[in-house]
């Protein structure tokens, strides 16, 4: 392909890739994927960055802060700990509120750093790249023999290495399955059911074999099709970047009018660009584009052409950098990358974002106290005293032992009997339900349903909630 120099290819060009997804034909059938190994400065960097999220994924599950799991979601059970903190049904909104502010601080972050996620963070392209990928690697050899690998024979050697991959293919997704369940029900009901076996947990098996079995089929099979055909978020990104968003972009004015490399020529007299045309930006895209199109919603700015294009460029001798992260403004102007005013106020916000969302997590209080009512109850007077019968229900949110006490704080001079030993001790994490009288003189009820403040302290006299609730009274004609 050629064009004009300092002409978007796009501006010449049909755009039929466009109209299709890169890894499907024209007759809508499946392209295989065989993507070179990469190699640079930038895949070392998500190396490392795998490195320690793939530490991180099998380390978290046995993780305990204050005997609490650092990570939990057991929808079954209604257990949740998020960073060892616990939440309960009373807490939804928390949780509620802090889906909301990711889904908010994941379209801003879009709006100023594109697809970075996508490339270094994503789990899909974690597990596909990092693991899957390198074990494919490892077993098949790299593009060229995986390409002759796929076209040859079914012989002793095809049978074998696919065998090898297939076989290590499952105990990576059965690996994963069982670590996944960690985060669900815990790691030591995990292992108490590997432990019985499944003639005792055929559910749980069943269930844990299942989805071995979809993530065998995403990473074997479906591959980058999941974030071309079935993740939203590549197409919703169509919608959030501008020309001031950072992507991985192709230099078009410096790289076009592209033509293949001659030893000593003289490039810019010839009106030839600095890319050379040869291909590697393409062979290494582990989702099959041509980055050179411009931005399309299969890249994933897993940078892998960045690098590509970089060593070609070395080779050369010319100047690196004609695929890099960059504005499309940038590109079109050819003005150096700064950091903008918006991309600062952005960011700012995107950190206020992050602590209100750890604020949401952390004050939630050590432990919650309601005071009610019993349906159909109503109050009785004695000796010139006003009586209400109330049930408590304590959430102790700590694994500490609490012993408490009751206060009424609001109007004075409150009693309080109970029904029973007068002694509350709530154990950690523990719910805990009584039954209370609470009276007052006639003369401090003034009206017939009036509020009063409950306060429930420990030991040391320290409250740790408050709840405010109706007390009721004989009916008062104010004049």
Same mark, same amino acid.
């Given at each position: 392909?050629?064009?004009?120099?300092?002409?978007?290819?796009?501006?010449?060009?049909?755009?039929?890739?466009?109209?299709?997804?890169?890894?499907?034909?024209?007759?809508?059938?499946?392209?295989?994927?065989?993507?070179?190994?990469?190699?640079?400065?930038?895949?070392?960097?998500?190396?490392?960055?795998?490195?320690?999220?793939?530490?991180?994924?099998?380390?978290?599950?046995?993780?305990?802060?204050?005997?609490?799991?650092?990570?939990?979601?057991?929808?079954?059970?209604?257990?949740?700990?998020?960073?060892?903190?616990?939440?309960?049904?009373?807490?939804?909104?928390?949780?509620?509120?802090?889906?909301?502010?990711?889904?908010?601080?994941?379209?801003?972050?879009?709006?100023?750093?594109?697809?970075?996620?996508?490339?270094?963070?994503?789990?899909?392209?974690?597990?596909?790249?990092?693991?899957?990928?390198?074990?494919?690697?490892?077993?098949?050899?790299?593009?060229?023999?995986?390409?002759?690998?796929?076209?040859?024979?079914?012989?002793?050697?095809?049978?074998?290495?696919?065998?090898?991959?297939?076989?290590?293919?499952?105990?990576?997704?059965?690996?994963?399955?069982?670590?996944?369940?960690?985060?669900?029900?815990?790691?030591?009901?995990?292992?108490?059911?590997?432990?019985?076996?499944?003639?005792?947990?055929?559910?749980?098996?069943?269930?844990?074999?299942?989805?071995?079995?979809?993530?065998?089929?995403?990473?074997?099979?479906?591959?980058? #099709?999941? %974030?071309?055909? $079935? +993740? /939203?978020? *590549?197409?919703?990104?169509?919608?959030?970047?501008?020309?001031?968003? &950072? =992507?991985?972009?192709?230099?078009?004015?410096?790289?076009?009018?592209?033509?293949?490399?001659?030893?000593?020529?003289?490039?810019?007299?010839?009106?030839?660009?600095?890319?050379?045309?040869? #291909?590697? %930006?393409?062979? $290494? +895209? /582990?989702? *099959?584009?041509?980055?050179?199109?411009?931005?399309?919603?299969?890249? &994933? =700015?897993?940078?892998?052409?960045?690098?590509?294009?970089?060593?070609?460029?070395?080779?050369?001798?010319?100047?690196?950098?004609?695929?890099?992260?960059?504005?499309?403004?940038?590109?079109?102007?050819?003005?150096?990358?700064?950091?903008?005013?918006?991309?600062?106020?952005?960011?700012?916000?995107?950190?206020?974002? &992050?602590?209100?969302?750890?604020?949401?997590?952390?004050?939630?209080?050590?432990?919650?106290?309601?005071?009610?009512?019993?349906?159909?109850?109503?109050?009785?007077?004695?000796?010139?005293?006003?009586?209400?019968?109330?049930?408590?229900?304590?959430?102790?949110?700590?694994?500490?032992?609490?012993?408490?006490?009751?206060?009424?704080?609001?109007?004075?001079?409150?009693?309080?009997?109970?029904?029973?030993?007068?002694?509350?001790?709530?154990?950690?994490?523990?719910?805990?339900?009584?039954?209370?009288?609470?009276?007052?003189?006639?003369?401090?009820?003034?009206?017939?349903?009036?509020?009063?403040?409950?306060?429930?302290?420990?030991?040391?006299?320290?409250?740790?909630?408050?709840?405010?609730?109706?007390?009721?009274?004989?009916?008062?004609?104010?004049?």
């Amino acid at each position: 392909m050629s064009v004009q120099p300092g002409i978007k290819p796009s501006e010449t060009e049909h755009e039929a890739f466009r109209n299709s997804v890169g890894t499907m034909d024209e007759t809508g059938k499946r392209k295989w994927v065989f993507p070179r190994k990469p190699k640079g400065k930038y895949t070392s960097y998500r190396n490392y960055t795998s490195y320690v999220l793939l530490t991180l994924f099998f380390i978290l599950p046995f993780i305990k802060i204050r005997n609490n799991p650092f990570l939990l979601i057991n929808v079954i059970d209604r257990k949740f700990f998020i960073f060892g903190q616990p939440f309960y049904l009373q807490d939804f909104f928390i949780l509620a509120l802090g889906a909301v502010t990711s889904v908010i601080f994941v379209m801003l972050f879009t709006v100023v750093f594109g697809r970075i996620f996508c490339g270094w963070l994503c789990p899909q392209t974690l597990f596909m790249e990092m693991v899957f990928r390198k074990i494919e690697y490892w077993i098949e050899g790299d593009r060229n023999k995986q390409m002759k690998l796929d076209r040859q024979d079914w012989d002793t050697e095809k049978i074998r290495k696919r065998l090898l991959k297939w076989s290590a293919f499952t105990l990576i997704s059965l690996l994963i399955t069982h670590f996944m369940f960690m985060y669900i029900v815990g790691y030591r009901e995990v292992f108490r059911i590997m432990i019985q076996g499944p003639a005792e947990n055929a559910l749980q098996f069943m269930v844990m074999l299942s989805f071995t079995a979809i993530f065998y089929f995403t990473f074997a099979w479906l591959r980058e #099709q999941v %974030c071309t055909l $079935v +993740c /939203p978020y *590549g197409r919703l990104q169509g919608v959030l970047i501008d020309k001031q968003t &950072i =992507n991985v972009y192709y230099d078009f004015r410096r790289g076009e009018n592209r033509s293949k490399w001659r030893n000593g020529e003289d490039r810019k007299a010839t009106g030839k660009g600095d890319c050379i045309d040869c #291909q590697q %930006c393409v062979v $290494v +895209c /582990p989702t *099959g584009i041509d980055i050179r199109n411009g931005q399309q919603l299969e890249c &994933i =700015n897993c940078t892998a052409c960045i690098d590509a294009c970089d060593e070609i460029m070395e080779k050369v001798s010319l100047p690196k950098g004609l695929i890099r992260y960059a504005t499309e403004a940038e590109i079109e102007n050819q003005e150096k990358f700064r950091f903008t005013s918006r991309m600062k106020a952005t960011s700012v916000f995107l950190a206020l974002l &992050i602590g209100f969302l750890g604020f949401l997590l952390y004050d939630r209080g050590t432990m919650e106290a309601k005071f009610i009512k019993p349906a159909g109850s109503t109050f009785f007077t004695r000796n010139g005293k006003i009586t209400n019968t109330f049930i408590y229900t304590f959430l102790n949110k700590t694994n500490e032992r609490k012993v408490l006490s009751i206060k009424v704080m609001s109007p004075e001079n409150g009693e309080i009997t109970f029904f029973g030993s007068d002694k509350i001790i709530l154990k950690g994490d523990e719910i805990l339900k009584g039954n209370i009288n609470i009276t007052f003189p006639e003369t401090k009820i003034r009206f017939s349903k009036q509020n009063i403040v409950i306060g429930v302290f420990d030991q040391n006299g320290k409250m740790l909630d408050s709840f405010e609730t109706t007390f009721e009274g004989p009916f008062k004609l104010l004049l």
